[in-house]
């Protein structure tokens, strides 16, 4: 039971690290593109912001493709800014993915230039349901990303141990922070304790490599935007969820910078 147990997990988590080195190979296009080449896109949402910093709000469009026989899949999406006083446009793949469930853009200055970013949110789908994000500028009409998303949508790391009575420990390896934390079901854990409450067999916690969601938040009122992250900290499979580590990101010096974090035991 214990080797199973083991294999099991092992395959759960490889699959996850493999779905995102999959999309990562799905469009290194960033560049424009002809707007008649977007005859056969859907419009999924429309938005009027200043995203290049002239004071004059602009059109965005997120474009996608619906895939056939499929209900909610976007493939091939696209985020389009029309400037709302020249009415010039630029069409921009939203990073090293493209396609996904329930593809959604917010808005929010992030590097503090004056200026809104876009922040970009696409689903995963799957066991692992994480949320693939970018964070883009648009200042000037000029496209850009500001934050290395392959190396960001990876999530950040732990170690997950269960201990006696119902208490485990998850420690972070960006701050080497470490939060101990109890069950607050240990019926998920049938096979693990016994009527006391202790450990009887090797159960391995673990994270999924990736964020469900983020959230563009003014966290300690300063006027300027941080990125709210939430990452699944699970115990035997992807679908046994027992504690959300929220992170607070800002951006300083040119990057995203993990600033506080804590673990909530669910």
Do not use: W
Not at 60 to 67: E, F, R, S, T, V
Not at 79 to 104: E, L, M, N, Q, R
Not at 142 to 153: A, C, L, R
Not at 227 to 247: D, H, M, P
């Amino acid at each position: 039971m214990k080797i199973k147990s083991i294999l099991i997990f092992l395959l759960n988590a490889t699959f996850c690290f493999n779905l995102i080195n999959f999309h990562s190979l799905a469009s290194e296009n960033t560049g424009s593109i002809d707007i008649d080449a977007l005859k056969n896109y859907s419009i999924i949402s429309e938005y009027s912001e200043d995203v290049t910093g002239d004071n004059i709000e602009d059109r965005i469009l997120l474009l996608a493709m619906n895939i056939e026989n499929t209900n909610n899949i976007k493939s091939s999406i696209k985020i389009c800014v029309v400037d709302g006083i020249t009415s010039k446009y630029v069409i921009k793949c939203p990073g090293y993915f493209d396609s996904g469930y329930d593809p959604k853009i917010s808005f929010g200055d992030i590097n503090n230039d004056g200026v809104k970013e876009i922040l970009v949110s696409i689903n995963s789908g799957g066991s692992c349901n994480f949320s693939f994000q970018n964070i883009l500028s648009f200042k000037d009409l000029i496209p850009y990303e500001i934050i290395d998303s392959k190396k960001f949508n990876r999530g950040l790391n732990y170690i997950v141990t269960l201990k006696d009575n119902y208490y485990y420990e998850v420690k972070n390896l960006e701050l080497n922070k470490l939060f101990g934390l109890k069950l607050t079901n240990p019926y998920k854990y049938p096979n693990a304790y016994d009527s006391k409450g202790n450990l009887t067999s090797s159960v391995i916690g673990s994270y999924i490599p990736g964020y469900y969601k983020t959230e563009l938040v003014d966290v300690d009122t300063d006027r300027i935007i941080e990125l709210v992250t939430y990452q699944k900290i699970i115990g035997f499979s992807n679908n046994n969820t027992i504690a959300i580590a929220e992170g607070i990101f800002k951006y300083e010096n040119g990057a995203l910078r993990l600033k506080d974090l804590k673990v909530i035991s669910v």
